[in-house]
């Protein structure tokens, strides 16, 4: 089936520290989404990605949609404790979503 | 707007027994929802896909006949764990899209089987 290989899978960072992760695939897809899941909570959207090329910003966080459309990127300006999660990217249809691996990421004071 | 809530949050139960989870879309009519299964340390697996008043279409290697699932009204849907063992202990999260458009996520249930 498809799969979303995230990286890296964990990070550990410093406070203040920007943040990069991506996400590849073997398939073309159409949307990216990217979501973060609190420890014990269900996963929210950040940002949704609709063209390939698109880079689109939310507060402190920045997504693109790479122009293979294979691809995907998120980063987080000056990271802050309460960026802590595991970030998601997705990918897929309305009617079906697929999770990629994730990114751990722990930010310390 | 776009709350979607699960009950229980949490629930232990006994091997052999089981157990229902509740999800709700409260502010929206939800035509399609869907549950998701994550073990500690990995990714949401969806289980399965219900659209109300359908069958849900199960993915695949899920066992419909274990994991019963309802979707009797536009803002409910229910997951049965029938006859549940250690080995179904895991997060359950349900999400709710509202024809054809973003799926919205619930808070999720720990199952813990003992």
């Known amino acids: 089936g498809q799969q979303l290989n995230q990286s890296p899978q964990s990070m550990f960072i410093q406070e203040g520290e920007d943040v990069s992760m991506n996400c590849t695939s073997s398939s073309i897809f159409n949307t990216w989404l990217w979501y973060k899941q609190d420890p014990g909570e269900g996963p929210v959207l950040l940002i949704a990605l609709y063209k390939a090329g698109e880079l689109t910003s939310n507060g402190r966080l920045t997504a693109q949609f790479g122009i293979t459309r294979k691809d995907s990127f998120l980063n987080i300006s000056a990271s802050i404790p309460s960026d802590v999660g595991i970030y998601f990217c997705?990918?897929?249809?309305?009617?079906?979503?697929?999770f990629g691996t994730g990114t751990r990421l722990q930010v310390t004071l | 707007g776009a709350v979607v809530s699960q009950h229980p949050s949490w629930v232990i139960c006994k091997s052999g027994t089981s157990v229902k989870i509740e999800c709700r879309s409260l502010d929206f009519q939800a035509t399609t929802m869907f549950w998701y299964r994550q073990f500690p340390k990995q990714s949401l697996m969806l289980m399965a896909t219900?659209?109300?008043?359908?069958?849900?279409?199960?993915e695949q290697g899920v066992e419909k006949d274990k994991f019963l699932i309802n979707h009797a009204s536009l803002t409910l849907s229910t997951l049965t764990v029938t006859s549940a063992h250690p080995e179904d202990s895991s997060f359950y999260i349900c999400?709710?899209?509202?024809?054809?458009?973003?799926?919205?996520f619930g808070p999720g249930t720990r199952l813990t089987v003992t």
């Open positions: 219900s659209n109300e008043g359908s069958k849900a279409t199960y």
């Open positions: 997705v990918s897929g249809t309305a009617s079906k979503l697929t």
């Open positions: 999400s709710a899209s509202r024809q054809g458009r973003e799926q919205y």
